[in-house]
């Protein structure tokens, strides 16, 4: 299928290696945040979330750290898969405008 | 528990037709967006309804793109005439409340020509 991004940074793990992904928020309105994993021709897909009065929240196998001193989040992945190969999306909700602001994204390459 | 429906999966048109894409949110969702991403992207907001109001439409270019939520349930979203530029995925999501999970179809993918 084609690619959701042919232009993202791109970071490339060894299977069963830890993955850390990156992303800076503009907005220190922002109360609410997202990671979002999305496959070639499909939507984004719910990983975790985490809301500003937390600084870290752990699902099955994934981890999200909020840092809002420099706002910053991050999506860290344990035992990395191939199946974890995708692109990884932060968003974070604005209170003022309860609306999701996507940022860039992160090219996940996984090699067995 | 059913996800977002959107319907086409593609659509392929040429510049200066028109198109309508078509969303049905999660049973119970009062909160249904519409969502751009070209191509390399991340998503963008293009419009926010409240059951069958528009909370946010600023995003939204209004003279060619209109969407509706008539009975507060499904959604469409429609570009007349569309241009070369709009190609790209239309992404539609919903949430029960806003700042809180929401949930993405898998999208209408517009080509234009």
């Known amino acids: 299928g084609e690619s959701v991004g042919l232009h993202l940074p791109t970071l490339s793990v060894q299977e069963g290696d830890n993955s850390i992904i990156n992303c800076a928020y503009s907005?220190?309105?922002?109360?609410?945040f997202i990671w979002y994993k999305q496959e070639s021709g499909k939507g984004p897909q719910f990983i975790i979330d985490i809301r500003s009065n937390m600084d870290k929240r752990q699902g099955q196998r994934v981890t999200v750290l909020l840092n809002k001193t420099v706002k910053h989040l991050s999506l860290q992945i344990a035992a990395t898969q191939p199946g974890d190969s995708a692109v990884y999306f932060c968003a974070e909700n604005d209170a003022g405008f309860q609306k999701l602001v996507f940022g860039t994204g992160t090219r996940l390459l996984v090699s067995p | 528990e059913a996800g977002v429906a959107q319907s086409p999966r593609y659509k392929i048109i040429e510049k200066r037709q028109s198109v309508a894409f078509w969303c049905n949110p999660i049973?119970?969702?009062?909160?249904l967006y519409w969502y751009q991403q070209i191509l390399g992207q991340g998503p963008k907001l293009l419009i926010q309804f409240q059951n069958n109001g528009v909370v946010d439409d600023s995003q939204l270019p209004k003279d060619r793109f209109s969407a509706e939520r008539l009975k507060g349930v499904d959604s469409t979203l429609k570009i007349q005439p569309a241009k070369l530029e709009d190609s790209a995925v239309y992404l539609c999501?919903?949430?029960?409340?806003?700042?809180?999970?929401?949930?993405f179809g898998s999208g209408t993918r517009l080509t234009v020509v």
């Open positions: 999501a919903s949430t029960t409340q806003p700042n809180y999970g929401y949930t």
């Open positions: 049973s119970g969702h009062a909160t």
């Open positions: 907005n220190s309105a922002s109360d609410y």
